[in-house]
């Protein structure tokens, strides 16, 4: 499988698959013994780069189902660094039976350290590979977060730290406080990016101003003029809104823009003879930003599909159109 550098620090950077595989229902939505076949193809296919959260499973997370699930896979495998494995904080309730909405955990510095601690044990690993600050925490103080995620650092818990669903100059205030006092800062961002251009301007319950969890303009020019980040893409295929056409589009999506790329989507992947989940998967895996898709996927036919996409090539006057379409 293709290959992709995330980190810039020649003592923890590493390479990673060209495609990322998300692990947010596994093991609770998407059973032990299909996630196990899943993450097993995945491994054979060449793929080396796991995403997952301590806020993914029932409850909100609380029970850290998916990172339990990870582990005893990791471990029935004899999986070592061959494998990346992602995991965030910050996200996770604080007290069953509440949401990250009202009441996440945050990015306090005994956050960071006592849910590193949680990961590990859940992961079953002594140094977890890439540590996401998961969701803005307003009420955090940025240096106190950048310390304590650099504390683990330091101490050999993390190698390497990323941010996700963070305003832009939140994350740039984060890593200009981490560059002036000579500590590791973010260096893959991890944000909502697919083919289809959403609405900025619709706040939700995060951030009443507008959805901050998506890769806009302000998000995919700090990659750009920025060497070194990487972005990974998150949920890229639109929880099967390309395939779907019963499935109602998400209000975000629901403007005249859409159903021009639409169009241009479905010319291409007939022109191509794939379906138009792997054309968007080869138009970011070819995108001339450092673009890792993170899929998940609940059963084997789509990983199969996925893994396909790896092997599209689109033309120039393909790819041309296609950015075109307004």
């Known amino acids: 499988m293709r290959q992709r550098v995330i980190g810039t620090d020649p003592t923890t950077r590493r390479e990673v698959s060209a495609l990322a595989l998300g692990a947010m229902l596994m093991g609770w939505r998407t059973d032990e013994r299909t996630s196990f076949a899943i993450l097993d193809r995945y491994a054979e296919a060449g793929g080396t780069f796991i995403d997952t959260s301590n806020n993914y499973g029932t409850d909100g997370g609380w029970n850290g189902e998916s990172e339990i ?27 069953p039976g509440t949401t990250y909405v009202e009441n996440r955990e945050g990015l306090s510095a005994k956050v960071v350290a006592e849910s590193t601690e949680r990961s590990l044990e859940r992961l079953g690993r002594d140094r ?11 009420g955090s103080d940025v240096r106190e977060t950048v310390e304590a995620l650099a504390e683990q650092v330091r101490t050999g818990s993390v190698d390497l730290l990323g941010v996700s669903n963070h305003p832009s100059w939140r994350v740039e205030r984060a890593r200009q406080i981490a560059a002036a006092s000579g500590l590791p800062g973010y260096e893959v961002l991890q944000y909502q990016h697919s083919y289809l251009r959403p609405r900025t301007d619709m706040g939700d319950a995060v951030c009443p101003d507008g959805n901050i969890g998506g890769a806009g303009p ?4 700090y ?44 010319d291409v992947a007939e022109e191509t003879g794939t379906t138009p989940n792997q054309v968007v998967l080869a138009w970011q895996l070819g995108h001339e930003l450092p673009i890792i898709p993170l899929a998940g996927v609940s059963t084997l036919a789509q990983l199969e599909e996925n893994l396909a996409a790896l092997d599209l090539e689109l033309s120039p006057e393909q790819r041309a159109r296609m950015d075109a379409a307004k």
């Open 69 to 95: 699930l990870v582990g005893r896979w990791l471990r029935s495998r004899g999986v070592g660094e061959e494998i990346t494995v992602a995991t965030k904080l910050g996200a996770r309730p604080a007290s």
């Open 218 to 221: 302000d998000i995919l020019t």
């Open 128 to 138: 977890i590979d890439l540590m996401y600050a998961h969701i803005e925490d307003p």
């Open 223 to 266: 990659v750009r003029f920025n060497e070194g980040l990487v972005l990974v893409a998150y949920t890229p295929l639109l929880s099967g809104a390309y395939v779907r056409e019963d499935k109602p589009m998400s209000p975000d999506y629901d403007h005249p823009g859409t159903r021009t790329r639409l169009n241009v989507l479905r």
